[in-house]
């Protein structure tokens, strides 16, 4: 069986200069049974309503601005599968979450980029959800769980996000030895709850966590995380890095 993943992609420039995640994301896919298919939660997919991308052959979107020409010519032709959008719908309902079929949504780079860098021949059928932040950590748990049977046919369950993320304290100069302090706290708070299976803590992290508002001032970037957990088991850390100063680039596992 699969494990789920909570992934920081970073910044989009991940996709040309990969540094220490790129081989980390290259050894986990090696690691793991090539999946039938990936299901994607992107932090950069926020909506009100649960929805499900259903395209057959979902477009790379360059959701950004600001970046050099070659980030903006690379493509992502991964596959969507219908078929497995309507099951999910289908599934969804049955848990109590109504969610409805998008047959436009493209790639956003929470997507493409990581899997870029993972699955490079882009040959494996991808699923986007979106992220409804309006249920919080609990009712993405729930999103969560109700997926976590279909790791058992081989479909990896993705979370993509950022561990911390507060893009006006970033230093664009710093090196990787360079990190706040205030990041660092937040993040080993966060490897604490999750090792100890605190969902009590987890799920009022926002009041618990130290510098929890200052690395997220707004969450969309943690939230992946809790349905990748609650897709998945035991917690394990598969690769923990910083960079830009206070952007945590941890990959963690749910098996």
């Known amino acids: 069986m699969l494990p789920s993943l909570y992934i920081s992609h970073g910044s989009p420039m991940l996709a040309l200069e990969p540094g220490d995640s790129g081989p980390a994301l290259k050894r986990l896919a090696a690691e793991l049974v090539k999946p039938t298919a990936i299901i994607?939660?992107?932090a950069h997919w926020e909506s009100t309503d649960l929805r499900v991308a259903s395209h057959?052959?979902?477009?790379?979107?360059?959701?950004?601005?600001?970046?050099?020409?070659?980030?903006?010519?690379?493509?992502?032709?991964?596959?969507?599968?219908?078929?497995?959008?309507?099951r999910i719908v289908q599934l969804l309902a049955k848990h109590g979450l109504p969610a409805q079929l998008d047959a436009h949504r493209p790639f956003d780079h929470g997507a493409w980029v990581p899997l870029s860098l993972m699955y490079p021949a882009?040959?494996?059928p991808v699923v986007q959800?979106?992220?409804?932040?309006?249920?919080?950590?609990?009712?993405?748990?729930?999103?969560?769980?109700?997926?976590?049977?279909?790791?058992?046919?081989?479909i990896l369950i993705i979370g993509s996000?950022?561990?911390?993320?507060?893009?006006r304290e970033l230093d664009w100069q710093a090196g990787p030895e360079s990190v706040e302090p205030w990041a660092k706290a937040f993040r080993g708070w966060m490897i604490e709850k999750l090792a100890a299976?605190?969902?009590?803590?987890?799920?009022?992290?926002?009041?618990?966590?130290?510098?929890?508002?200052?690395?997220?001032?707004?969450?969309?970037?943690l939230l992946p995380l809790y349905v990748a957990r609650g897709?998945?088991?035991r917690f394990s850390i598969a690769h923990q890095g910083w960079t830009l100063g206070a952007l945590g680039m941890?990959?963690?596992r749910f098996d």
């Open 40 to 42: 994607v939660v992107s």
């Open 56 to 86: 057959r052959a979902p477009e790379t979107w360059h959701d950004f601005g600001g970046f050099p020409p070659e980030l903006f010519a690379m493509k992502y032709p991964a596959p969507g599968d219908p078929a497995l959008a309507a």
């Open 122 to 124: 882009a040959d494996i």
């Open 129 to 154: 959800i979106s992220l409804p932040t309006r249920i919080g950590p609990v009712g993405l748990s729930e999103l969560g769980q109700a997926l976590a049977d279909l790791r058992s046919e081989d």
């Open 161 to 167: 996000g950022s561990i911390t993320h507060n893009l």
């Open 197 to 221: 299976g605190d969902e009590d803590a987890l799920f009022q992290y926002r009041q618990q966590a130290p510098y929890a508002v200052k690395n997220h001032p707004s969450d969309e970037h």
């Open 231 to 233: 897709a998945g088991g």
């Open 250 to 252: 941890d990959i963690y």
